[in-house]
């Protein structure tokens, strides 16, 4: 029983988990990685990056791995008057 409790909650952790991680870039650009369990479709991932970058992102690379979705992007630098 507790075997089947563990691999239940194994599954479930990897299928829907997204979350994101700043990385800082040189000049003071912000990158972010969004990671997507491989249960959550890729509009999990993009959904995210809206929430981050809510005027827009670019897209800097899509990774589909064995356990994991990954989305780099770099949201637009604001334009100074």
């Known amino acids: 029983m507790k075997m089947q409790i563990w691999?239940?909650?194994a599954l479930l952790v990897?299928?829907?988990?997204?979350?994101s991680q700043e990385i800082k870039r040189p000049?003071?650009?912000?990158?972010y990685l969004?990671?997507?369990?491989?249960?959550?479709?890729w509009n999990a991932c993009y959904d995210e990056a809206n929430d981050i970058c809510p005027t827009g992102y670019t897209t800097l690379s899509e990774?589909?791995?064995?356990?994991?979705k990954?989305?780099?992007?770099?949201?637009?630098?604001p334009i100074s008057p």
């Open 7 to 9: 691999c239940t909650t």
């Open 14 to 19: 990897l299928a829907g988990c997204t979350t």
């Open 27 to 31: 000049g003071g650009l912000s990158e």
């Open 34 to 41: 969004v990671s997507c369990g491989t249960g959550s479709s």
């Open 63 to 68: 990774d589909a791995g064995f356990n994991r």
């Open 70 to 77: 990954e989305l780099r992007i770099v949201c637009p630098v």
